[in-house]
């Protein structure tokens, strides 16, 4: 979990996910619609992916980090974005200010 922590550190949000997966490119862009830049990270493109999954104990990608906390996978950012809690997180973490 430290190499996690270290990734996520200093990050208002991260997005662990894989180069080719269609539903993490739509949450990257509903993240930066709202003009946030989170830091992805591709598992495809990670030297020591299997550790790092392994601490995630995720099966579903992507994972996303807000304010360095795990909200979880599409489906939960989806629900956030729904009910108009999303902004106020990204706000939170200081992604956004406006």
Same mark, same amino acid.
């Given at each position: 979990?430290?190499?996690? %922590? %270290?990734?996520?550190a200093g990050n208002p949000v991260v997005i662990? !996910?894989? /180069? %080719?997966?269609?539903? /993490?490119?739509? =949450?990257?862009?509903?993240i930066s619609s709202y003009g946030a830049n989170p830091t992805v990270y591709n598992f495809d493109e990670?030297? %020591? !992916?299997?550790?790092?999954?392994?601490?995630l104990g995720r099966s579903s990608l992507p994972a996303v980090f807000i304010g360095q906390e795990l909200i979880g996978s599409s489906n939960e =950012?989806? /629900?956030?974005?729904?009910?108009?809690?999303?902004?106020?997180?990204?706000?939170?973490?200081?992604?956004?200010?406006v």
């Amino acid at each position: 979990m430290d190499t996690i %922590n %270290n990734l996520v550190a200093g990050n208002p949000v991260v997005i662990f !996910s894989k /180069s %080719n997966c269609c539903i /993490s490119h739509i =949450v990257v862009t509903l993240i930066s619609s709202y003009g946030a830049n989170p830091t992805v990270y591709n598992f495809d493109e990670l030297p %020591n !992916s299997e550790a790092i999954e392994a601490a995630l104990g995720r099966s579903s990608l992507p994972a996303v980090f807000i304010g360095q906390e795990l909200i979880g996978s599409s489906n939960e =950012v989806m /629900s956030l974005h729904i009910k108009g809690k999303l902004v106020h997180l990204l706000k939170k973490a200081k992604a956004i200010w406006v």
